[in-house]
């Protein structure tokens, strides 16, 4: 019997050192992108591909995240009594009615496949995603993860998704290997964490988005420390490509690293020129100010 995924797991309990010091009090996952915060695009991509149950695994320090999806009565009624509809249905429209949070956790930041392991209770024996809202991407047709959900109905394996970086910024990233092919997927042969350049079998890089069947749980169970002495996830995907086959997809659209602040600047930009409201000013703003130099 096929399966389906209907889960995201969302490790959102990392510390967000590197945008200090605008996250010593704000989850990092929580800066906006013009209008919305990181968190809630990678929600909705989630949403869009049919996902029902989204799964934070946070930290004692990220309770704005769950303030964020929960529901906020007095603002509602504020806003109703106003007859400010458009914003009204903006709110209600964070959480969706048929769609499930759950909120875990993590003690100790010990690596995202520790992270990924905080969901099992949750998870039980389904397939599911995991969603780094650090990486995020704009596709305005189908969006990522639905490409992925749609690959998976019809492969029913895991499957991860990747991209082709810069060959000098290996050491960054989760290195697959695949053979060659017309195909906008492949069986992956090598996956190894950070390789640096030298040494890295390809430039096609594992970003963000995941499709997992529950056979990963007892692979990060069995998985030492690994890069950083952290339990690595591309080390249990390794150990689970000796029982089943692991998918390389090259996803369709633009991925922006949100988690540096270069990324995260020219997201803001390039979102903007694509936000209905604000594209013609902005554009013209641009141009005035490039202009000038």
């Known amino acids: 019997m096929s399966q389906k995924v209907t889960k995201a797991v969302f490790p959102v309990a990392g ?12 989850a990092k996952e929580m800066l906006p992108v013009v209008d919305k915060p990181l968190i809630q695009y990678a929600v909705e991509e989630a949403v869009a591909a049919g ?15 769950i303030d964020h999806f929960d529901k906020a009565h007095e603002l509602e009624s504020e806003l109703e009594a106003k007859n400010k ?44 995603a995991v969603i780094l809202p650090d990486d995020m991407v704009e596709d305005g047709t189908r969006g990522c993860m639905s490409q992925m959900v749609e690959l998976f109905a019809e492969k029913q394996t895991s499957i991860l998704g990747v991209e082709r970086v810069n060959p000098a910024d290996t050491g960054s990233y989760g290195i697959v290997k695949t053979p060659e092919t017309s195909e906008k997927y492949a069986k992956i042969d090598v996956i190894v964490e950070k390789p640096k350049p030298e040494v890295a079998p390809s430039n096609l890089a594992v970003v963000g988005r995941y499709i997992l069947t529950p056979a990963i749980f007892d692979k990060i169970k069995n998985t030492g420390r690994g890069a950083g002495g952290e339990i690595q996830l591309t080390d249990a995907i390794a150990d689970l490509m000796k029982d089943e086959d692991v998918l390389a997809y090259e996803f369709e659209g633009k991925r922006y690293d949100c988690g540096a602040k270069l990324g995260f600047l020219v997201a803001n930009v ?7 409201e604000l594209k013609d000013n902005f554009k013209a703003y641009l141009k005035d100010l490039v202009s000038k130099f």
């Open 270 to 276: 390039e979102l903007a020129l694509l936000n209905t």
């Open 15 to 26: 510390l967000g050192t590197r945008f200090l010091p605008a996250t010593k009090a704000i």
């Open 85 to 128: 509809t458009e914003l009204l249905a903006i709110l209600k429209g964070i959480v969706p009615p048929n769609v499930s949070f759950v909120f875990i956790r993590q003690a100790e930041a010990l690596g995202l496949g520790h992270a990924v392991n905080c969901a099992r209770p949750v998870i039980g024996d389904e397939p599911f």
């Open 51 to 65: 996902i029902d149950t989204m799964i934070f695994i946070t930290s004692r320090s990220k309770n704005v995240i």
